[in-house]
């Protein structure tokens, strides 16, 4: 199984839950047609995991970088109420001790010379000595993470992101998803 499939954990590997997220314009009538543009151009390549609010969860047969770039691609001149399609890396539960681990993973494979920003779309959560819960500020969670990047960080031109989304998932849970992609990769799918 390759590191887009699934994530190693000390005991076993995890296959992933989903990955690829399509965030689309709010609405239902969006919702029914960037599901229908979804399932129209990718077919049987992919599964429908779960949805809320302007985001759908999916589950791809193969490398999820090349679906998203194949349904970009196909989208590119069409009307359509998707804004981004994302492949995903990695799905760990949205604690900074969890993701961390996920970045330093993904920081090893960013040539050296290049940079990197982290994008964070959600709230990490960290665990007090007492065992609860408590949402970090994207800021600190985003300065955290970054310590484990041994490369420059360009803020405005990276070459590459590590990109971070909070997701609901089945409803109740939340996950975060982790990519590690090129700027195109999380760019609007029409200006």
Same mark, same amino acid.
């Given at each position: 199984m390759?590191?887009?499939?699934?994530?190693?954990t000390p005991?076993?590997?995890?296959?992933?839950?989903?990955?690829?997220? /399509? =965030?689309?314009?709010?609405?239902?009538?969006?919702y029914?047609? %960037?599901?229908?543009?979804? @399932?129209?151009?990718?077919?049987? #390549?992919?599964?429908y995991?779960s949805? *809320?609010? +302007?985001? =759908?969860?999916?589950?791809? $047969?193969?490398?999820?970088?090349?679906v998203?770039? &194949?349904l970009?691609? +196909?989208? &590119?001149? %069409? %009307?359509?109420?998707?804004?981004?399609v994302?492949?995903v890396?990695?799905?760990?539960?949205?604690?900074?001790?969890?993701?961390?681990?996920? /970045?330093?993973e993904?920081?090893?494979?960013?040539? #050296?010379?290049?940079t990197?920003?982290?994008?964070? #779309?959600?709230?990490?959560?960290?665990v007090? !000595?007492?065992?609860?819960?408590?949402?970090?500020?994207?800021?600190?969670?985003?300065r !955290?993470? %970054?310590?484990?990047? $041994?490369?420059? /960080?360009?803020?405005?031109n990276?070459?590459?992101?590590? *990109? =971070?989304?909070?997701v &609901?998932?089945?409803?109740?849970? @939340?996950k975060?998803?982790i990519?590690?992609?090129r700027?195109? #990769? /999380?760019a @609007?799918?029409?200006?």
């Open positions: 390759s590191f887009l499939n699934s994530v190693r005991y076993r590997v995890k296959v992933l839950e989903f990955n690829l997220i /399509v =965030i689309h314009e709010p609405g239902i009538d969006n029914r047609w %960037a599901l229908n543009q979804v @399932r129209q151009f990718l077919g049987n #390549e992919l599964v995991v949805s *809320y609010q +302007s985001v =759908i969860l999916f589950k791809v $047969d193969g490398d999820p970088h090349e998203a770039s &194949k970009r691609e +196909s989208l &590119k001149d %069409a %009307a359509t109420p998707i804004i981004r994302v492949p890396d990695y799905v760990t539960d949205p604690f900074i001790d969890e993701v961390a681990e996920v /970045v330093k993904l920081a090893q494979k960013i040539p #050296e010379g290049e990197f920003r982290i994008t964070l #779309e959600g709230h990490l959560l960290t007090r !000595e007492d065992n609860t819960k408590v949402r970090m500020h994207t800021i600190d969670a985003i !955290e993470l %970054a310590e484990y990047v $041994d490369r420059p /960080v360009d803020l405005t990276p070459s590459w992101i590590i *990109y =971070i989304r909070v &609901k998932y089945m409803r109740i849970r @939340r975060a998803a990519s590690l992609v700027p195109e #990769e /999380v @609007r799918v029409s200006a």
